[in-house]
DNA sequence: CCTTGACTTCGAGTGCGCTCGAAGTCGTAC
DNA sequence: GTACGACTTCGAGCGCACTCGAAGTCAAGG
């Protein structure tokens, strides 16, 4: 069981290069992450110093990217794949941050609704002074999107 | 109609910290936006070159702070106000920009639905894992999504 | 043996969107 | 008159998340 040519080898083991093919995340960006400690297993080595991406390693890249694109910073991916390399024993703290992160995306959602609301809002306002023949005033102004916008 | 008190005394006129209070937005950042040139219209100013933002930068503020908010750069917004400010003759340019952060948009909110998913699949993963006493293997790694990852 | 190319590390550079600070100007209150 | 506070301009600074480049190593192919 050469450690080496078993790394080598497997499959179920990709350079970094696929990895970045395969995550869609570039390679520097690949290894920014792993000097910026977010993840989560240290990730292996060929002989030739060659980093070896396992299928794990490709998951938690994606998982991240995911925590990523809904607005965690660095910082707190971090912090979370700290607290799951520590082991056991911290999983309610692990769920909490989920949690916490999941609540602040559904906001987002809600959020982002609203805003889709108004720019079709503001959408219909330029059709219908478009269309038809009617190229008198622009009170483009006032987009007074569907619900109220101040607190 | 002197114009100075119209405008000091006019309501509807609002300083910079009041369009500060209203928007959300800092003081800071009204004066970079319209440094940046993305004010549709020229924000008045009082005798004493204060500035007073009337209804419609507020509403025009409101409206941009929704195309931030997702995602629109800076540039882009630029380029929108300045066709706005450019008057009648671009509309239906205009109303392409929009249309195509409209799509946009939507994309990013079909994402964010699917990076939910797999966050809450995620955390019914750790959940089940907690709440009985079963704290043995932790097999975290493969949080695999509702849906396939890889394109 | 020598080239090629895919990798390695590490520090520096980039772009974006603010955010701040210094120095100055007003207008009102005391 | 002078102190105060809210504003003004302008350039510089900052934090974040990459992104790049230089210089080196290694394995395989010709």
Redesign the interface.
Known sequence: MNAVTAIETDPGDYSIADAAA?T?VSVHTLRYYERAGLM?DRVRRAASSHRRYR??DI??V??IT??R??GMSIRQIHKYAEM?RS??GN??E??EL??Q??ER??A??R??????A???F??DL??S??PEDS?QQ?S??????PER???
């Open positions: 395969i869609g989560r299928d794990v998951y938690w994606q998982f995911r925590l694109s809904t799951a082991g056991e999983e309610a692990r769920l989920l949690e992160h999941r995306v559904e987002q959602l959020d982002i609704e609203g805003h889709l108004a720019i079709n503001k959408i330029y059709r002074r478009i190229p622009h483009d102004h006032s987009a007074a999107p916008m101040n607190p």
